[in-house]
């Protein structure tokens, strides 16, 4: 008997013990790949070009669905950064099925560079597919604390080039039907409370309570992208200081 059971230890301990290191091994694995705690970089391939997204790291839970990202950057396919955080997180991801997902998205420190080109385009537009028909459309959820944004237009006469600062920003919606709202503040033009808010349709209406806008430099800008069809139901306009408060 006593021999039957040292036969049993030898034979199938070192068994026992290779499962055990096998689940142990695995286990690490599996969280390496959900929190890796090293920078990551990827390749996103868009009908512009291909996307270069880059970490300093992140941390998923397939369960919950809460994805953490520490200084995430897009960048373009020239090298330009399109868009950088200080520290992103998302809620409500659903791996198995992303269109059942509700996303809750939180942005800190948020910087960016928005170009509208002469043909009226903005640089983003040509990296977005056209949406299927057949996908439901997401919920979304998305708050940003602050964010720094070059905004460049070439659409007008002369290339517009300005600064805007935003805070506070709330943006909510499903599909591409959405509100946000938030702080702004616009450099040479002051800066107040803004809602904009996106039917179906793709019409735009835009609301905002003034602390101290000065229009006449967006004013001048505004009026020089407009075809001479648009321009010229608007007679002669001429301001050097137009202030709302």
Known sequence: RAYAVIR???????????????????????????????????????????LSFSAASYSLNPVSGFLVVNQPVLRDPAGRTLVSARLADAAGINLFDISSSALHVHVFGGRGTLVRNQDGRFDLQTFLGAPSAQTRPIPFDVSIDRADVQVIDRKGRAEWSRRIVTRDIRVAGIGNRWIAAGDVSVELAGSGRVEVTRSATGELALHTIADDWNLADVGRHLLSTLSPEQGRGLGSIAASDLKLS
């Open 8 to 50: 049993f230890v030898v034979v199938f301990a070192p068994l026992v013990l290779l499962g055990v290191w096998g689940v142990s091994y695995l286990r690490a694995l599996w969280n390496s790949i959900l929190a890796p705690g090293v920078p990551v970089a990827l390749q996103l391939k868009t009908p512009g070009g291909n």
